[in-house]
């Protein structure tokens, strides 16, 4: 519910610095497991390819999930974009 209003503001242009920074607690509800944060990696990366992007900076920033550490959080990012350069 948060990242759908979120994204009703965005949408209108009338997103608050608090309403951006509240984004990244709707963030972190969601990629609570290293399965979905594997995914959400895998996505990002495909769709910048898809919009024909050649090199990015993926910026985010490791935290133990239920899962996982916060060493495995780098190592499962690290996994997803080892997978999706072969």
């Not at 608050?16 to 290293?34: K, Q």
């Not at 594997?38 to 920033?61: M, N, Q, S």
């Not at 996982?68 to 974009?81: E, F, K, M, N, P």
Request: charged share 30%.
């Amino acid at each position: 519910r948060a990242v759908r209003r979120a994204r009703a503001h965005a949408a209108l242009g009338k997103l608050t610095l608090d309403e951006c920074f509240a984004r990244f607690g709707a963030i972190h509800r969601a990629l609570s497991t290293e399965a979905a944060l594997k995914r959400v990696a895998a996505e990002v990366l495909a769709d910048f390819a898809a919009d024909g992007v050649r090199y990015l900076e993926i910026r985010t920033t490791p935290r133990a999930l239920r899962d996982v550490d916060a060493r495995g959080y780098v190592c499962a990012v690290l996994d997803s974009i080892g997978k999706f350069e072969r």
